[in-house]
């Protein structure tokens, strides 16, 4: 029998810009390594973006701009994203 272990994720905040001209503040999840850069190049249609009303699923094709803000913008609006893993983030291998 194979075991699959679970690899822990990280939310990387970022600031989204949809074709609609709506901007959406919130989390995507990668792995330890892991670039926002090669989540957006893989192959599923679909980004799950999580924010602080919910997890969303959202068409790559809709996005027109995706900012990987710093940790200072980060830090001045950190009550309008989920939770996030300040240690993590404080690697800046993201």
Do not use: C
């Not at 709506?22 to 330890?32: D, R």
């Amino acid at each position: 029998m194979e075991h699959h272990l679970k690899q822990q994720r990280y939310g990387i905040p970022l600031r989204i810009l949809l074709s609609n001209g709506e901007e959406l503040l919130g989390l995507v999840y990668v792995q330890w390594g892991q670039r926002v850069r090669d989540l957006l190049a893989e192959g599923d249609p679909f980004l799950p973006f999580r924010s602080r009303s919910g997890t969303h699923l959202i068409n790559k094709a809709s996005l027109i701009r995706v900012d990987l803000l710093t940790l200072e913008q980060i830090l001045d609006r950190l009550d309008e994203f989920p939770e996030v893993d300040l240690d993590y983030l404080g690697h800046g291998q993201w």
